[in-house]
């Protein structure tokens, strides 16, 4: 015959601390900060790179052939080493040492969320983490307070392989030249505020832009319109 002692004690060796123990345990991991080991870069690289890839030629993302890299001549008042992003044309020049630049396809923001202007690259990060910024939560929680802790590096991170840091000054504009998960947007108006690219792409163009460098982003449609 069991007493209450005996069922107290039986509870006891049979079932786990109080569940709040389990979910702060789970709180704290949900908490930690994003990270992105450094063991999986050379597989992500593989991941998003097209199979015999050609930067020239290579096309399974389906987009208008103009968007593919692209060498051409640069202006001679033109710095070599800085960026140059044509709104319009929804273009990123890369200014190379003999004459040349090297030309992208990319995205860029919707509506008003694109800043032209001139800006300071000062931090390069291979597959970076992500958070998105107050104000974006703010404005659209829907689709991002969920990632309101942040997310891990790869190939699914909406800042993609590679991420340039556009700066003014020493203030981080939390605005990026940055690879995307979303390939089929290159040539339109998707993102939050940055420049996007093909993840290939961005990563042949990362090793070739130093830090220090200059960004410049120049005025969307609407603007030139507005000026007209």
Known sequence: MFNRR???MSTAAMFSPPIAGVAMAQEEAAARPPVSPKSQWPTWDARVTPQNYDPFTSNPWGFHP????????ANA????GDIHVDAVARYLYH???DGTAMRYGVAIAVGNLYE???YTIRRKVRWPTWRPTDAMIERDPASFERFKD???GGPSNPLGSRALYLYVGNRDTYLRIHG???PRSIGGRASSGCVRMVMAHINGLYDQVATGSTAVLYPAEEAITARS
Request: overall charge positive; cysteine-free.
């Open 180 to 182: 995307t998960p979303s």
């Open 150 to 152: 942040g997310v891990d």
């Open 116 to 118: 032209p202007g001139t």
């Open 77 to 80: 008042n033109l710095r070599p």
């Open 66 to 73: 103009r968007f593919l890299p692209t060498l051409v001549e």
């Open 95 to 97: 200014v190379r040492n």
């Open 6 to 8: 005996h069922f107290i």
